[in-house]
């Protein structure tokens, strides 16, 4: 099995990516989006990138699409080992907050299963780690423009517990598989000092699963 990368926005591009492997023999080839969960404007502008790219080939190969993975057992159970190494590392927060990417509420009244996804991955984290409902809560970060995103809001979410007196909050961003500045900078850095300034003590960011051996596994299962 040849494994490549190729990126959405940036070298190597899809197409490019693909051209490649085609010169070098592959005629089957299975396209993984590393988003966990499905939404037009993620995995969704991954396919539209393959699309684009096979319809310009004399003769395209053999194509399979991963649409998502937002419930799929080795994930969860890496996301899971994440936290629970988070807290071995550092102690266990008064409360856990799953921050995913927001998108504009419309798109999932349009049938963007994204919304619903991303509660389905929060539940089942949170029965992995035998917490409850309110031990373990969903917001989504990184809104932009005037109309209504996906609620609540993290930014929002963090200052309304800082108020409430939650002092240790311990933050993962399970719909992102490798950090970046949405999860460097927006929750770890900005948030955190909105947390603060709320009157909560630390924010502590559980890093994404990245290139740790868990992740990698549950990615090869998952193309297996």
């Known amino acids: 099995i040849q494994v490549e990368l190729a990126m959405r926005y940036g070298a190597p591009d899809v197409f490019q990516t693909i051209v490649r492997m085609q010169r070098e023999g592959v005629r089957r080839l299975l396209v993984l989006p590393l988003y966990p969960q499905y939404s037009a404007t993620s995995t969704g502008s991954v396919l539209d990138a393959i699309a684009d790219s096979v319809k310009r080939l004399r003769w395209p190969p053999e194509l399979r699409t991963i649409n998502d993975y937002h419930d799929r057992p080795g994930y969860i159970a890496a996301l899971a080992q994440s936290v629970r190494t988070h807290w071995a590392q550092h102690g266990r927060g008064d409360l856990l907050l799953l921050s995913f990417h927001g ?4 798109y ?5 299963p994204y919304y619903d996804q991303c509660l389905a991955t929060g539940r089942l984290l949170r029965q992995a780690l035998g917490l409850a409902d309110d031990e373990a809560i969903v917001s989504f970060q990184s809104r932009v423009g005037r109309e209504r995103w996906l609620h609540p ?3 929002e979410t963090v200052r309304e517990l800082g108020r409430r007196g939650v002092k240790r909050l311990d933050v993962i961003s399970p719909g992102f598989a490798v950090d970046c500045l ?11 000092e909105f947390f603060r300034e709320a009157g909560g003590e630390t924010l502590r960011y ?6 740790t051996a868990a992740h990698v596994d549950a990615l090869t299962s998952l193309v297996q």
């Open 153 to 155: 809001y993290t930014d």
């Open 108 to 112: 999932v009244n349009a049938g963007d």
């Open 206 to 211: 559980i890093p994404c699963l990245n290139a």
């Open 182 to 192: 949405e999860t460097l900078e927006e929750i770890a850095m900005q948030n955190a």
């Open 103 to 106: 998108i504009p509420e419309r």
